[in-house]
Nanobody
Framework: QVRLVESGGGLAQAGGSLRLSCVAS????????MAWFRQAPGRQREFVAL?????????YYRESVRGRFTASRDNTKVTTYLQLTGLEPESTSLYYC????????????????????????WGQGVQVTVST
């Protein structure tokens, strides 16, 4: 049974940092795209970032977080990370990790999947709250 478990959320002040982790289990994720989404109260879930399986991994971010959020992964630990810096109150959300079989490779064009429907497995989410 595939399972994704997020951790590392919490309360941070504006301008602060947090690091989210997502541990995967239940199958091999060696060639899977890992992604982060978030959902703020009263809003739809939205794409935040993705990271591919190869090293060095290709990444892609939504425009509003570029330069502030960084995705990384440790394939030996089957763990994906999202480093959040320069946090803003607007960053307050429930953050989810998700995964899907990769359609990209180190020698091919990066296929960017930002739709929820593109992802097969989801974690339960971790809350990030940013205060002013």
């Amino acid at each position: 049974q595939v399972r994704l478990v997020e951790s590392g959320g919490g309360l941070a002040q504006a301008g602060g940092s947090l690091r989210l982790s997502c541990v995967a289990s239940g199958r091999s994720f060696s060639r899977y795209t890992m992604a982060w989404f978030r959902q703020a109260p009263g809003r739809q879930r939205e794409f935040v970032a993705l990271i591919e399986w190869w090293t060095p991994a290709a990444t892609y971010y939504r425009e509003s977080v570029r330069g502030r959020f960084t995705a990384s992964r440790d394939n030996t630990k089957v763990t994906t990370y999202l480093q959040l810096t320069g946090l803003e109150p607007e960053s307050t959300s429930l953050y989810y990790c998700a995964t899907r079989p990769s359609e990209s490779g180190p020698s091919s064009a990066l296929k960017i999947s930002v739709r929820e429907i593109d992802y097969d497995y989801w974690g339960q989410g971790v809350q990030v709250t940013v205060s002013t």
